[in-house]
T-cell receptor
Framework: DGGITQSPKYLFRKEGQNVTLSCEQNLNHDAMYWYRQDPGQGLRLIYYSQIVNDFQKGDIAEGYSVSREKKESFPLTVTSAQKNPTAFYLC?????????????FGPGTRLTVT | SQQGEEDPQALSIQEGENATMNCSYKTSINNLQWYRQNSGRGLVHLILIRSNEREKHSGRLRVTLDTSKKSSSLLITASRAADTASYFCATDLQGAQKLVFGQGTRLTINP
């Protein structure tokens, strides 16, 4: 899983609670990404960051928030406004902007909200 | 938005056979990438092919790209049980700094 760590591997929360998923990389990559994957589906982009202190919404940003205060860290908060938060969340990084470089993925966090 | 779509959705073959997966996309691209995902794990990058390339090889993997048909194929030769995984194509949108992933092909290699 190439220098990217996500914790925890499994996370359980009650409906109405905010929860923060951790993503750390030691690859010295500028760009970082958060994806959501539902069973049997592909990846959908939540947020991405091309540089420290800057980030952009992806295709499904509603109900999520991020910060990028350090190059190596890109935490994702799933807020109570996210209507269906139960999913597998994947963090990734790349040397530069996504389209020209391969992405390195973490092992994922499986979030279950009941 | 669905840029890349893989075909078939699922493929089951015998060990030693070749496996071919296809990816179609809608708009012009700069690059196309293929990734593998073992069940419950993160994705692993396999190959990146640029729009001006037609074919690329990496070990038992061969990727082709036909920009006129807006399609790519991934061929795995002499398949092994360890190749059992889901395979995704990912395309960029020209001018966009992000990838769009297809829904993947679930490949099962039977011993």
């Amino acid at each position: 899983d190439g220098g990217i760590t996500q914790s925890p591997k499994y996370l359980f929360r009650k409906e109405g609670q905010n929860v923060t998923l951790s993503c750390e990389q030691n690859l010295n990559h500028d760009a970082m990404y958060w994806y959501r994957q539902d069973p049997g589906q592909g990846l959908r982009l939540i947020y991405y960051s091309q540089i420290v202190n800057d980030f952009q919404k992806g295709d499904i940003a509603e109900g999520y928030s991020v910060s990028r205060e350090k190059k190596e860290s890109f935490p994702l908060t799933v807020t109570s406004a996210q209507k269906n938060p139960t999913a597998f969340y994947l963090c990734a990084s790349s040397i530069g902007a996504a389209s020209s470089y391969e992405q390195y993925f973490g092992p994922g966090t499986r979030l279950t909200v009941t | 938005s669905q840029q890349g779509e893989e075909d078939p959705q699922a493929l089951s073959i015998q060990e030693g056979e070749n496996a071919t997966m296809n990816c179609s996309y809608k708009t012009s691209i700069n690059n196309l990438q293929w990734y593998r995902q073992n069940s419950g794990r993160g994705l692993v990058h396999l190959i990146l092919i640029r729009s001006n390339e037609r074919e690329k090889h990496s070990g038992r993997l061969r990727v082709t790209l036909d920009t006129s048909k807006k399609s790519s194929s991934l061929l795995i030769t002499a398949s092994r049980a360890a190749d059992t995984a889901s395979y995704f194509c990912a395309t960029d949108l020209q001018g966009a700094q992000k990838l769009v992933f297809g829904q993947g092909t679930r490949l099962t290699i039977n011993p």
